[in-house]
């Protein structure tokens, strides 16, 4: 079975053979059952090797869980993985969203991708089709170093290890430590330099770009990123840049385009252009933000970062992957995962601010991701991974640190008490532990543990943890089971139990499976008491929920920000639910940002529009999406909390107030924009012309509707308003 499982994945995948990579790790035992550790570079065909695990473990009636970091390289791995085997009688299915749910009918699924966060939802959701889990697919499994991925992909695989114990594989890039990674997991180490073209890593100083493997490249030193363009184009191939900032991904896509479009075919440009008007007109009203990324498009560019809409960044992508798009400039996040390689990339920035550290070089494992997507195995006989030195000492570092050194070794981020946190809580409400011994157990089993071993200090904040979740009154503790329950115990046996038992109130419960933050959750209940005694308004409820840890970091507070700010403070004081530090104190630009938070949010209620928030807040529509799902979350867990405790009028506005964010409309177009097909622009025009109900819209003319929101569009809503003419409707 296993060998077939390698042959027909291979003839699937559309090769003969397997590559040295791939060879060690079924030489080390992938096939029968070993958990794994395999640490080679990108491209070197990692996921092939899981892809056979996977099948091979389908194929005994197991189910297999692949969990990534992003949920667009889940949606990429799903699409993937359901062209190649559903053909096989695979159900592949993917699960990123909604966090307060069981997603019930993956227990009919076969293969199941997810982020680690996800996975940890369903698990306190108390999924039964876990114990079905045969083998856990952990891709990209180095970012257990990140500091808000980490904790969370530690903590789940720890807790499949210990009550399910699935086959684990972990797939890195090269990292100095993978071995330590593997020993904790109970794994085979597999390490592999393969790759299935060569790539040259190259340093580019003053006029020349030196190479290993050993080659030189001559470049103009005033200009060394128009060179690095033509000479990209002159091979007709395409290039990566990787830069630091958001806006500086777009200032250097439109530089890069102006060396472009001179070389562009008349067809390339037709192309482009139809390209460039789908990106501009994923909005209803582009913003200044669509218009410079249409621009760059037709000259044969793009840049790419969080600021832009899903919709724009998959059609950027795609656009690169079939060659239309010559360059892209994008912020490193684009390395992570994503399968969009090129012939040559450019590190152009190798230093990045940090609020702590000011401007600091990149780490080498981020430089590792970003080389790694240089060359297309398909396409290219190698590839080309360019960094850019702006002085002699960032050149002599980067020869040093990047070129000739090695990745840094991964530390675990688990033992700060924000993210204990979280999932204390969590093990206690899903029943995972139930006393103090089998918390500390479990916590000794973390990666950090291994890694540090240092229980004592786990232990301290571990404590603190709980007497902080007894505070909150989420846990109860000291109430374990009574003798007549446990009669093979002695009294001593059962005293210690019960002092020592850790058990979740009702709202500790609901907390953990609304996946926020103890210390929210505790906050935004003393906020609905407040609300529900004194009141409150549009903004004051905003601000409950901006000044929570989920929703930072907060909007900056730019020059001229401060008078407005003030003034909105002054005219709101009376509703909101937090007195406001005293203007010298350290909390107060943290409040601040947080009324200029909840004041964006309201302002996008209020029917303002993608550019005027870019032109008034700074964000920019990719991140407005981002910031308004995680206050949609918020406002609903806010409503579930005030369910449980008889908060009856302050969740009655958080309802409104959240189903105009959903919608981005004021309170009067409600009962308009929940039709489908119809957004805050088309309801407003018709509420402008006299619509404002379902009743009137029931009653309108088909010729008036159809004159305010298009004939294809009329129709829709004529039917789902109940129209009594639904012949007239339905031939028109």
């Known amino acids: 079975m296993a060998s077939d499982a390698v042959s027909k994945v291979l003839e699937i995948s559309g090769y003969r053979e397997l590559n040295p990579a791939q060879r060690m790790a079924v030489d080390a035992g992938l096939l029968e059952g070993k958990s794994m550790v395999v640490a080679a570079p990108t491209a070197s065909g990692k996921t092939l090797i899981a892809e056979m695990a996977a099948l091979n473990v389908i194929r005994k009636n197991k189910k297999v869980v692949y969990i990534v970091p992003l949920k667009a390289l889940a949606a990429e791995k799903h699409d993937e993985f359901r062209e190649k085997y559903e053909k096989l009688g695979i159900r592949v299915a993917v699960s990123s969203g909604d966090l307060d749910s069981s997603d019930p009918w993956l227990a009919s699924k076969d293969l199941i991708i997810a982020t680690s966060e996800k996975l940890d939802s369903l698990m306190r959701h108390g999924i039964e089709w876990i114990n079905d889990v045969g083998l856990v697919i952990a891709d990209e499994i180095h970012l257990l170093d990140s500091a808000n991925r980490g904790p969370t992909l530690e903590v789940t695989l ?14 890195s890039a090269t990292i100095s430590n993978y071995k330590e990674l593997a020993e904790w997991l109970g794994a085979e180490a597999v390490k592999s330099d393969y790759r299935p073209i060569t790539l040259y890593r190259g340093l580019c100083f003053d006029d020349a770009i030196d190479f290993i493997p050993q080659k030189k490249m001559g470049v103009n030193p005033a200009n060394p990123v128009k060179s690095l363009v033509s000479s990209t184009l002159d091979k007709e191939k395409q290039i990566l840049f990787f830069v630091s900032t958001r806006r500086s991904t777009q200032s250097a896509a439109e530089k890069i385009g102006s060396y472009v479009t001179q070389r562009l075919k008349p067809v390339e440009k037709q192309q482009l252009e139809e390209i460039a008007q789908r990106a501009e007109g994923v909005l209803e009203h582009p913003t200044q933000q669509c218009r410079r990324l249409g621009d760059c498009i037709r000259k044969g560019t793009a840049f790419h970062h969080a600021g832009l809409t899903s919709k724009q960044r998959k059609l950027i992508e795609g656009a690169f992957r079939e060659g239309h798009i010559k360059a892209i400039a994008a912020t ?16 152009r920035d190798l230093k990045r601010f940090s609020s702590f550290r ?50 840094e070794k991964i530390y675990s981020k688990l033992g700060v008490e924000p993210v204990l946190r979280m999932h204390v809580m969590s093990l206690i409400a899903s029943g995972a532990v139930s006393t103090r011994k089998e918390l500390f157990d479990f ?6 543990a291994f890694q540090y071993r240092d229980m004592e200090q786990l232990k301290r904040n571990l404590e603190r943890v709980l007497e ?44 953990s499976e609304l996946y926020i933050d103890p210390l929210t959750a505790h906050m935004l209940i003393k906020r609905l008491e407040k609300m529900d005694s004194k009141g409150t308004t549009d903004l004051g409820m ?44 350290m909390e107060y630009d943290e409040f601040l940002r947080a009324i200029k938070t909840a004041g964006m949010l309201l302002s996008w209620a209020e029917e303002s529009g993608e550019e005027e928030i870019l032109q ?117």
């Open 158 to 171: 720890t807790r499949l290890r210990q009550f399910v114990n699935p086959q684990i594989l972990g797939l």
């Open 332 to 347: 490193p996040t684009l390395a992570m995962g994503m399968n969009l390689p090129a012939f040559r990339t450019v590190v």
């Open 358 to 407: 000011g401007m600091d070089y990149l780490p080498a494992l981020e430089i590792e991701q970003m080389s790694g997507r240089a060359g297309r195995p398909k396409y290219d006989e190698y590839g080309e991974a360019i960094l850019i030195a702006k002085n002699r000492q960032e050149a002599d570092y980067a020869w040093q640190n990047y070129i000739n050194g090695e990745p």
């Open 443 to 448: 916590f000794a089993k973390t990666f950090h």
């Open 468 to 511: 902080l979740l007894k505070e909150y009154k989420f846990i109860d503790t000291g109430k374990g089971p009574s003798q007549e329950t446990c009669p093979f115990k002695t009294g001593l046996e059962v005293a210690e139990e019960e002092s020592n038992s850790l058990t979740a109130t009702r709202i500790g419960k609901r907390v």
């Open 542 to 585: 905003l601000h409950a929920i901006a000044d929570t840890i989920e929703m930072r970091p907060l909007l900056h507070i730019r020059k001229g920000d401060l008078e407005t700010l003030n003034d909105v403070m002054e005219r709101h004081m009376d509703s909101l639910v937090e007195h406001p530090p005293e203007p010298w104190d």
């Open 616 to 732: 008034n807040y700074g964000v920019t529509p990719g991140e407005l999406r981002a910031r308004l799902e995680r206050a949609d979350w918020l406002l609903y867990a806010s409503q579930e909390l005030g369910l449980l405790l008889n908060h009856a009028d302050a969740i009655k506005g958080m309802r409104k107030i959240r189903v105009r964010l959903k919608y981005g409309v004021r309170e009067e177009l409600l009962p308009l924009v929940r039709l489908k097909g119809i957004g805050r622009v088309k309801s407003r025009a018709l509420f402008h012309s006299g619509i404002k109900s379902l009743s009137q819209l029931k009653k309108a003319p088909m010729e008036t509707v159809e004159r305010l929101v298009g004939p294809k569009t009329a129709r829709s809503i004529k039917e789902q308003a109940g129209d009594d003419n639904k012949k007239a409707v339905s031939e028109y």
